[in-house]
């Protein structure tokens, strides 16, 4: 019996109630002029019509394309995208919101560049985006969630971690999951997965990307088209309690799993105020989103509704949470001091 050929590409596609979009989702796959790879679409349980859907399409794909159903819904992309890394063999992952499409040449390049410069990792620094989820028609803009520092041609990041942890802190690097194309190998070896967030496993997931990978290639090229979906997970409304609850809850174990895994590091146990720095991002992160609703609470309404999330969470993280700010305030401490010894003396 012949031996089974690989694909060098796995695509995997969390998905949930996007019965009106996975369809554009799937022919942008069908489309694509590399065609060696395999799609793993998991279902989070989706109340619509979303696997009837993926189903009509199974034909089209000659073999390659797998509908996996969740037993239970996660509430986030985290679990689903797990899953299907343990289904996916090729050399190499690529995530793919069901919502959103990629052009027709993204696995060429993408690939391409990956095998000529020998990279764990391949990031798109920037993508298209729309600002309406009916795309025909639709004018793209090129965006970005990387701030400064962008490349012209396809380059090797710094193998300096702690260079690259002071990037990741300036947010120079882009931290969506459909923004990578990733080596299956590297992320088997180093034991990679998506924390169990309801909002943050991405940022998170990019830190631990940035810590192991050896070679990190940034392209100047956007492949991906973001649709702007109000009922998306990014986009979906919350009241302001609700919002500040799930965000408290995101810090709390997007915080766990990071100090967990980066404690594991050699590089961080002998520098561990790089660690800090990479915390500090998380943390830096979520305390964006709250202070979008900030001002609506009372320091007292604030202070029970945090302890309440935290207490949920339990000691162990809370420990090393308490450890951070402490270890985070003396260093400011030290900082603040400096400068003002130093303002002094001039």
Aim: charged share 25%; hydrophobic share 40%; net charge neutral.
């Amino acid at each position: 019996m012949a031996e089974k050929i690989l694909p060098q590409i796995s695509v995997v596609i969390p998905m949930y109630n996007v019965e009106k979009y996975v369809g554009e989702c799937l022919d942008s796959l069908l489309c694509q002029t590399f065609q060696d790879f395999e799609v793993i679409v998991v279902d989070d349980c989706s109340t619509d019509d979303s696997r009837d859907v993926v189903k009509k399409y199974l034909p089209r794909f000659d073999g390659k394309l797998q509908l996996i159903e969740s037993e239970k819904n996660s509430g986030g992309c985290a679990v689903p995208r797990n899953i299907g890394m343990k289904y996916a063999v090729g050399k190499y992952l690529f995530f793919l919101d069901s919502d959103d499409l990629i052009i027709k040449t993204a696995f060429e390049k993408l690939h391409g560049l990956a095998e000529k410069f020998n990279a764990d990792v391949v990031q798109c620094e920037k993508f298209f985006s729309s600002d309406t989820p009916h795309l025909q028609g639709a004018r793209l803009q090129v965006k970005s969630f990387k701030r400064e520092g962008y490349v012209t041609e396809p380059t090797l990041e710094t193998k300096d971690i702690a260079e690259r942890i002071k990037n990741f802190h300036e947010q120079r690097y882009a931290w969506t999951a459909w923004s990578k194309l990733l080596k299956r190998d590297f992320i088997i070896k180093n034991n990679v997965n998506y924390p169990i967030t309801l909002n943050n496993e991405e940022v998170v997931f990019t830190l631990f990307c940035l810590s192991c990978a050896k070679r990190f290639l940034t392209i100047p090229d956007p492949v991906n088209i973001y649709r702007y979906r109000p009922g998306s997970i990014l986009h979906t409304k919350l009241n302001v309690v609700d919002y500040v609850r799930k965000w408290i809850r995101s810090f709390a174990t997007g915080f766990s799993c990071c100090d967990k895994f980066l404690s594991s590091l050699e590089f961080y146990k002998k520098n561990p105020e790089v660690k800090y720095l990479a915390l500090d991002a998380v943390t830096q992160d979520v305390f964006g989103r709250l202070m979008k609703v900030y001002r609506n609470f009372s320091s007292a309404a604030l202070d029970e509704i945090i302890r309440e999330e935290l207490e949920k969470f339990g000691s162990e993280g809370s420990s090393a949470m308490v450890a951070f700010l402490f270890n985070m305030s003396m260093m400011y401490s030290l900082q603040i001091g400096t400068y003002l010894l130093n303002k002094d003396k001039s």
